[in-house]
């Protein structure tokens, strides 16, 4: 199983960036999946996530700025930030989650200044 992260990088407050993850090795549709961020100092959060059947939910912190989407013909899941602030520089982890397994990707640096 692999989830590989891409998208991440140097942003300007305000700016935007659009996160992927492309995942191998599962049954990408019967996955919920998940963005999770994890700061300098601080402990991993959830960012978004979206089941299998599309349902998403958002942190309060990046709710109205954040959009999460899957393509599962691509094995692919997606976080659209906007707005971006200071506070949301982090490294954003992929997450696939089943009743039965659970898997992480290695991570994406976003890093959000001027």
């Known amino acids: 199983v692999q989830l590989v992260e891409s998208g991440g990088g140097l942003v300007q407050p305000g700016g935007s960036l659009r996160l992927s993850c492309a995942a191998s090795?599962?049954?990408?549709?019967?996955?919920?999946m998940g963005w999770y961020r994890q700061a300098p100092g601080k402990e991993r959060e959830m960012v978004a996530s979206?089941?299998?059947?599309?349902?998403?939910y958002y942190a309060d912190s990046v709710k109205g700025r954040s959009t999460i989407s899957r393509d599962n013909a691509k094995k692919t899941v997606y976080l659209q930030m906007n707005s971006l602030k200071p506070e949301d520089t982090a490294v954003y982890y992929c997450?696939?989650?089943?009743?039965?397994?659970?898997?992480w990707g290695q991570g994406t640096q976003v890093t959000v200044s001027s």
């Open positions: 090795g599962i049954i990408f549709s019967a996955y919920g």
């Open positions: 997450r696939s989650s089943s009743k039965d397994n659970d898997y």
């Open positions: 979206i089941n299998s059947s599309g349902s998403t």
